[in-house]
């Protein structure tokens, strides 16, 4: 069975860093897209990035531009977001989610909506602080 863990969360202070890890099993992320979403208590779940397999496109939501970076590592398996400049708003549990289509970021033009993806993790908390 395909399985996602999200790992990296946790309590930091507003203007700190967390780096979130995605780890995959049973399927290589070759195939896929890799989106990372997050959800607020009260709100409905929100796209925060995605990345493209085929080509390594990125795309970012408005909010976390310049702030938040996706990267790949294919050869551990592994997605990361990389988020500088924590805010108190950004507080959440964060999702990673796979879609078995590696061009999906790119032929969506943005961040595909949730009901696109095939595989979700359990999600990890960030907390921020002010």
């Known amino acids: 069975e395909v399985q996602l863990v999200e790992s990296g969360g946790g309590l930091v202070q507003a203007g700190g860093s967390l780096r979130l890890s995605c780890a995959a099993s049973?399927?290589?992320?070759?195939?896929?897209?890799i989106g990372w979403f997050r959800q607020a208590p009260g709100k409905e779940r929100e796209g925060v990035s995605c990345?493209?397999?085929?080509?390594?496109?990125?795309y970012y939501a408005a909010s976390v531009k310049g702030r938040f970076t996706i990267a790949s590592d294919n050869a551990k398996n592994t997605v990361y977001l990389q988020m500088n400049g924590l805010k108190p708003e950004d507080t959440a549990v964060y999702y990673c989610a796979a879609a078995l289509d590696p061009h999906y970021c790119s032929s969506y033009g943005s961040i595909p909506p949730p009901r696109l993806y095939d595989y979700w993790g359990q999600g990890t908390q960030v907390s921020v602080s002010s």
């Open positions: 990345i493209n397999s085929s080509d390594g496109s990125t």
């Open positions: 049973r399927f290589t992320f070759d195939d896929y897209t």
